[in-house]
């Protein structure tokens, strides 16, 4: 039989490669259960993973990460729960099991209580996987087969694609809540609530007499959000490379929205603005108007949004 890393090499080799940013990504630093949950994937909801069974996944994914487990056994406990339970928190099953994992407590794995906490079935899981003499080197089935003692030992192995690139979408996912830093870039966005465009004017600092254009709003409230850290130039098509590009769908507040056009020969970004959340924008529109949030445009212009911070 194949081994399982040598199958999966190269996702395997991403996931290890952006594994030490997951918390961050996630939102989960410090190991709490507060996190944010990744956007569900487009391919992903195309092969028929809803946002619960992603969440579950992603949870699954953070929870190997606290505690240090190679990557490849993210992958066994994702295709695992994926056999068990369709990644699906289930409050029943066969017999008493019950959970992500389908784990029985008469069987030891704790009360139904714990073994219905997504976050203490994983653990659990991971716990016992650890134990499994040489599980790195198993194919998918068997090190799973090792820890949940079914009665369809070989019915793990067919999750192991899908799994695989679940687990990939969580480690790479950019998540679409709020961060402390995107709410940071709107509150100081706010501040300057009405002041007056005129094009040119505005810095790090704030207005320059008393005015302000989209680009200087815009590296205004991204360098007061990140202390100084970050200091963006005054001209919206060089700000733009500085950032993370993302999609729509994970757009958070505190992402900026630039603007072009399709079939411009300069290729110009010619409007930047602020995401603010509930599809609204926080910008400096054009001359004669003020600084102010509106819903955003229906537009033939291409939208990009970029995350900062």
């Not at 699954?60 to 994926?82: D, F, K, L, S």
């Not at 003692?149 to 687990?167: D, M, Q």
């Not at 003020?290 to 911070?309: M, P």
């Amino acid at each position: 039989m194949l081994k399982f890393l040598a199958i999966f090499a190269v996702p395997l080799m991403l996931i290890l490669v952006i594994g030490g940013a997951i918390a961050a990504r996630l939102g989960l630093a410090g190991g709490g259960s507060g996190g944010c949950v990744p956007a569900l994937p487009a391919d992903l909801a195309r092969a028929g993973i809803t946002a619960e069974m992603f969440a579950n996944a992603a949870v699954v994914v953070e929870v190997g990460q606290e505690m240090r487990v190679p990557q490849g056994g993210w992958v066994i406990a994702v295709a695992t729960a994926m056999q068990e339970s369709s990644l699906i928190n289930r409050p029943d099953g066969d017999r008493d099991s019950i959970g992500l994992f389908q784990q029985r407590p008469s069987q030891g794995w704790g009360s139904a209580a714990q073994v219905h906490d997504p976050r203490y079935a994983s653990r659990q899981f991971y716990t016992k996987l650890l134990k499994v003499p040489r599980w790195q080197r198993l194919p998918l089935t068997v090190a799973a087969q090792a820890v949940q003692g079914s009665a369809y030992p070989n019915a793990y192995a067919k999750h192991e694609p899908l799994a695989t690139r679940i687990v990939v979408a969580v480690a790479t996912n950019i998540c679409s809540a709020a961060s402390a830093f995107g709410l940071r870039v709107v509150a100081f966005g706010k501040r300057l609530l009405g002041t007056p465009y005129a094009w040119g004017a505005g810095g790090y600092n704030g207005p320059t007499s008393g005015h302000i254009d989209c680009s200087g709003l815009t590296m205004y409230a991204i360098y007061q959000a990140s202390n100084g850290r970050i200091r963006l130039p005054h001209l919206a098509g060089a700000q733009l490379p500085m950032g993370t590009q993302i999609t729509r769908a994970q757009a958070a507040p505190g992402d900026l929205i630039f603007f072009y056009t399709p079939g411009n020969p300069t290729s110009r970004r010619h409007h930047v603005g602020i995401y603010v959340g509930n599809n609204q924008i926080l910008h400096a529109p054009d001359v004669g108007q003020d600084v102010k949030i509106e819903e955003l445009w229906r537009t033939r212009d291409r939208l990009d949004f970029v995350r900062y911070g």
